[in-house]
């Protein structure tokens, strides 16, 4: 996959270390939620903005409007979204440099949310696979050069935990080989093997 964007600072503390370990997001990479090391910073700034004009690379018309962040290797941009009928989540990857699709995933999930039903978690991008969240629950592990999913869980009936008000929203996050996951509502926290899908731990809310 690709490769580091600049020279992220580390942090104290071993989950820093292995979100920033380097050669993991090779290219000009936002591989998750607010970067490499979940700061928010990157390792360069342009000399000035892009104009959407003169500027513009491609542009790409999504089926459906989405209201979760993008991440970004050098190889594959993804987005998420609904199918155009609205009844489906959708994670399209597009060509960084063409805006090309790559792939499309998709899965029924019929909901009736506040604020729309799209998917609010960030997808991340490590080790070869794709980690996506719905705001029903649907949790996938998928191959980031395929888009086939490795893996695929209802976390909701998986771990009996009910739907948070406007669904599930927290962006899965990856340390070392384990995803970790708020359950919402409850607050329970788990870790779910990143290859497999399997059920590592689960840390109850205080009563």
Excluded: C
Excluded at 50 to 68: E, F, I
Excluded at 108 to 123: E, H, I, W
């Amino acid at each position: 996959m690709g490769g580091r964007h600049g020279s992220p600072k580390k942090k104290d503390g071993d989950a820093a270390e292995s979100l920033a370990v380097p050669g993991r997001y090779p290219g000009n990479s936002w591989p998750q939620f607010r970067g490499i090391a979940r700061d928010g910073r990157v390792g360069w700034l342009p000399e000035r903005l892009p104009h959407p004009q003169t500027d513009l690379v491609w542009r790409q018309t999504l089926d459906a409007a989405g209201v979760g962040g993008l991440t970004a290797t050098s190889e594959l941009v993804v987005v998420s979204g609904r199918d155009a009928s609205g009844t489906r989540d959708q994670f399209t990857a597009l060509d960084p440099r063409s805006g090309r699709r790559l792939w499309v995933y998709q899965y029924d999930a019929p909901a009736k949310l506040d604020y729309g039903n799209s998917p609010r978690a960030t997808p991340a991008i490590v080790d070869g696979v794709v980690v996506t969240l719905g705001a029903t629950g649907i949790l996938s592990g998928l191959d980031a050069q395929t888009g086939v999913a490795l893996w695929s869980t209802d976390v909701r009936r998986r771990f009996a935990t009910p739907l948070p008000t406007w669904g599930f929203s927290g962006s899965p996050l990856v340390i070392d080989d384990a995803i970790l996951l708020s359950l919402g509502t409850e607050s329970d926290l788990v870790a779910i093997d990143l290859f497999s899908g399997e059920t590592r731990w689960r840390v109850a809310a205080a009563a």
